[in-house]
């Protein structure tokens, strides 16, 4: 089943899911990782560019996955009507913040007026590049939005775990294509 339904989500908005969780993570790690790198370390400008290929398909894949949620059904919210304004909330900030992550990532690489090559098979032109500060300012932004990201993410996947051993509800096993509980 590619689109979702009433009850379970669709295989399209799954591996949207998976896909951008996984790397948010990665992207959060290896740029985690790359603050350590000094100017000769053999991973300087290698580790950069794969963060930033990867950022740009994360943002591919956002921008498709916004369209998706929005001409597509999706499964009733469970839980307590706190549960449902709150995870309403939730998906909006980690929206928020994912937008805000990838435009500053954008920001902070196009600075000096380059473009952002993406695997070497194409690459997106610097638009904004003479902001006073502007690589500074936008380092700031993308760290602490990034820390953020990664830290209502994982207060969704524990809201989630929640969801399916305290509530003992279908909202954690929807996202994995089934509509009910063994």
Same mark, same amino acid.
């Given at each position: ?12 908005? +799954? *591996? ?9 993570? #990665?992207?959060? @790690?290896?740029?985690? $990782? ?8 053999? $991973?300087?400008?290698?580790?950069? $560019?794969? =963060?930033?290929?990867? #950022?740009?398909?994360?943002? *591919? ?8 949620? *929005? ?11 706190? !549960?449902?304004? &709150?995870?309403?909330?939730? =998906?909006? /900030?980690?929206? /928020?913040?994912?937008?805000?992550? %990838?435009?500053?990532?954008?920001? +902070? ?16 032109? @610097? ?7 502007? !690589?500074?300012?936008? #380092? !700031?932004?993308?760290?602490?939005? @990034? /820390?953020?990201?990664?830290? /209502?993410?994982? &207060?969704?996947?524990?809201? @989630? ?13 929807? %996202?994995? #294509? ?5």
């Amino acid at each position: 089943m590619l689109q979702n339904s009433q009850q379970r989500y669709g295989l399209v908005s +799954i *591996i949207i899911h998976w896909l951008s969780a996984v790397i948010v993570f #990665g992207l959060f @790690a290896l740029g985690w $990782w790359m603050l350590t790198l000094t100017y000769y370390d053999q $991973w300087y400008r290698l580790g950069p $560019w794969w =963060h930033k290929s990867f #950022g740009i398909c994360l943002l *591919i894949i956002t921008i498709l996955r916004v369209l998706w949620v *929005i001409t597509s059904t999706k499964p009733a919210p469970q839980g307590t009507k706190l !549960e449902v304004v &709150g995870a309403k909330i939730g =998906h909006g /900030l980690l929206y /928020l913040l994912l937008f805000t992550v %990838m435009i500053s990532g954008y920001l +902070i690489s196009t600075a000096d007026g380059s473009s952002i090559s993406v695997f070497d098979l194409f690459s997106i032109p @610097a638009t904004l590049s003479d902001i006073p500060g502007q !690589e500074d300012i936008a #380092g !700031e932004v993308h760290w602490y939005s @990034a /820390l953020a990201l990664v830290i /209502l993410a994982g &207060g969704h996947a524990l809201a @989630a775990l929640k969801h399916h051993f305290i509530n003992r509800d279908t909202t954690l096993i929807r %996202m994995f #294509g089934k509509s009910k509980r063994k």
